[in-house]
């Protein structure tokens, strides 16, 4: 079967795939930076990709914290990573000399992915015959920034949900039984049970 | 109390299938209810039903639904019965049909009231919601998110009380609560519904917070209780959903 890719859908603010962002130790544009860092799912430095970022944030570094720096950490300069270790993001010191930084990095973001459940997409089951007419998706604790849904009266697209923008509550089913859901971020699923 | 006029915004929620925890709603609905709607004897109250509301309020005053008619009804009334419905037009409420399926009926209902206060000029405290938070989990929510849009809606405090909970959304920076009417119960709590709050401070509860972080997966502050002091303080830099007990 033929994969259908988009390799620069990610520097597009209004793109579709989803992505982690890995930095390394190499000057990069600033101009695609922020759309990169903005969409991306999980963000991580590869040791000295830490100095990098450090220095294009200038000024406002704890707003582009990354989720970890993992690497031998010859390369990233003590104040650097002292000040992302203090700002707590995860330090992962990978001592392995025959891979190099970026592989150690990538090797733990797959890790992070599978455990994050990242992929985000669940397939629910609804056909027991015990569901209720009502249900619900609920960013209870954070916001989501790209919610997708089939099988639901009222579906999403790429939608935000948002206490204060838009919760799904008061939905329904259409005929088919599924339920599907992919979620960027942890989403509440709430259903009526038949009584 | 009587000092002071509210305004009554009556929500729609289910029955539960268990007769005494309807039996507990009907008590509370009664004894808050007879007291708002006395309290807010004036020319200047406004009292509202949000759509299947209008079942609740018939049915609580059987009998006399004549000395208890709703300034204005709304909704999409595709909760209230037409008996009811027919009743009060007749009584010459006002029933407004809102239509819009984005917001939820006690939202729409609100933004009537704001327009209604604006336009008889009325001085408000409080806006009182009566249901909102039993039954279905997700109306609750729904509640919870129409106390979001209410601060674009209304300047005026919005609270949801049913059965032995009353929410209040705290906006950002510092309150201060009194809590020493009596009807307090036991517990209490702090909830960061929406959004993570990074710094959360307070004073007068059993377990205070100090530039505390609350947020699902980390902390939240639920059962807390009070100290002796009659008086809470919070202080916050996100919204924060404040929770707490009143006695039955």
């Not at chain 1, 999980?42 to 944030?57: K, M, P, S």
């Not at chain 2, 807390?224 to 202080?235: A, F, K, L, Q």
Request: hydrophobic share 40%; aromatic share 8%; proline share 3%.
């Amino acid at each position: 079967m033929e994969r259908a890719f988009t390799p620069l859908d990610c520097l597009l603010p209004a793109g579709n795939l989803k992505f982690c962002l890995l930095i390394l130790n190499q000057p990069f544009s600033k101009g695609h930076f922020h759309c990169l860092w903005s969409r991306a799912a999980l963000r991580a430095c590869a040791d000295g990709g830490a100095n990098r970022l450090y220095h294009i944030t200038e000024g406002s570094q704890d707003s582009f914290l990354p989720d970890y720096i993992s690497g031998d950490f010859d390369s990233i300069q003590p104040e650097v990573k002292e000040y992302y270790k203090v700002k707590g993001c995860e330090l992962i010191e990978t001592m392995d000399q025959d891979l190099t930084d970026f592989t150690k990095c990538l090797q733990i973001l797959q890790k992070k992915i599978e455990k994050k459940g990242l992929q985000g997409k669940h397939k629910l089951r609804v056909d027991t015959g015990l569901e209720g007419a009502w249900c619900g998706l609920i960013p209870i604790g954070n916001s989501c920034e790209s919610v997708t849904t089939t099988g639901l009266r009222w579906n999403l697209t790429n939608q935000v949900l948002k206490f204060g923008t838009l919760v799904s509550t008061s939905n329904t089913y259409d005929d088919s039984g599924i339920v599907t859901i992919e979620t960027d971020k942890p989403l509440l699923w709430t259903m009526a049970i038949k009584i | 109390m009587s000092s002071q006029v509210l305004v009554l915004c009556i929500n729609v929620f289910p029955f539960s299938a268990l007769i005494l925890f309807s039996l507990q709603v009907l008590h509370l609905f009664c004894r808050v209810f007879s007291l708002a709607w006395i309290c807010s004897a004036t020319e200047a109250a406004l009292r509202a039903c949000a759509d299947g509301g209008a079942n609740r309020l018939y049915h609580i005053t059987e009998g006399s639904q004549d000395s208890f008619l709703p300034d204005y009804i709304s909704g999409d009334f595709d909760s209230i019965q037409p008996e009811v419905k027919e009743y009060y037009k007749v009584k010459g409420c006002e029933l407004i049909e809102t239509m819009d399926q984005d917001l939820t009926d006690f939202t729409k209902c609100l933004q009537i009231l704001q327009k209604k206060i604006e336009k008889k000029g009325l001085q408000i405290d409080v806006i009182v919601t009566l249901g909102g938070l039993g039954g279905r989990f997700d109306q609750i929510m729904a509640s919870v998110e129409t106390l979001f849009h209410a601060t674009n809606i209304t300047p005026f405090p919005v609270i949801v009380i049913q059965e032995c909970s009353l929410i209040y959304l705290l906006q950002p920076g510092k309150h201060k609560l009194r809590v020493d009417t009596g009807l307090e119960g036991a517990w209490c709590g702090l909830i960061p519904i929406g959004n993570s709050c990074e710094s959360v401070t307070t004073t007068g509860l059993r377990w205070n917070l100090t530039n505390q972080v609350l947020k699902f997966g980390t902390l939240v502050s639920t059962s807390n209780t009070y100290d002796d002091s009659g008086i809470v303080t919070i202080e916050t830099d996100k919204p924060l959903l404040w929770t707490m007990a009143i006695k039955i």
